[in-house]
């Protein structure tokens, strides 16, 4: 008799997947869609909110630096970086390796899920 379990997916492209691409992104190769976009979701917001952090700074200080009586020289064009960007860069280190390893723990368990099923086949 043989398994009607599907093949799992393999842990490698999960991990990639979540590593290089977006966090979330190994979640839903492996077929859990909802974990998926919270993860997605969240390091949207975080991207978005570094942008934006960062469109402002710079909007700022071009603004002063233009309104400065003295010429402009683009070589000497400093950005100071707001403090929110600590935050913002430790919250999307932390979402990334978290997402990481989650996808990890969820490929292993859908892993021993179709390792147990071909050792012994679900009772019908």
């Not at 398994?3 to 997947?17: G, I």
């Not at 979540?18 to 909802?34: D, F, I, K, N, Q």
């Amino acid at each position: 008799m043989t398994s009607t379990a599907p093949v799992p997916k393999s842990l490698m492209r999960a991990v990639v997947l979540s590593t290089l691409v977006l966090p979330g992104a190994g979640h839903w190769y492996l077929g859990e869609r909802r974990k998926a976009i919270g993860w997605i979701v969240v390091t949207i917001f975080l991207m978005g909110r570094f942008i934006w952090i960062t469109v402002l700074a710079v909007n700022q200080q071009l603004s002063q630096a233009l309104a400065a009586s003295e010429a402009f020289d683009p070589a000497a064009f400093t950005i100071s970086y707001p403090a929110e960007y600590g935050w913002i860069t430790l919250a999307l280190s932390l979402l990334w390796i978290g997402a990481l390893v989650d996808a990890v723990r969820i490929a292993r368990r859908l892993r021993a899920q179709h390792l147990s099923d071909a050792i012994i086949p679900p009772q019908e």
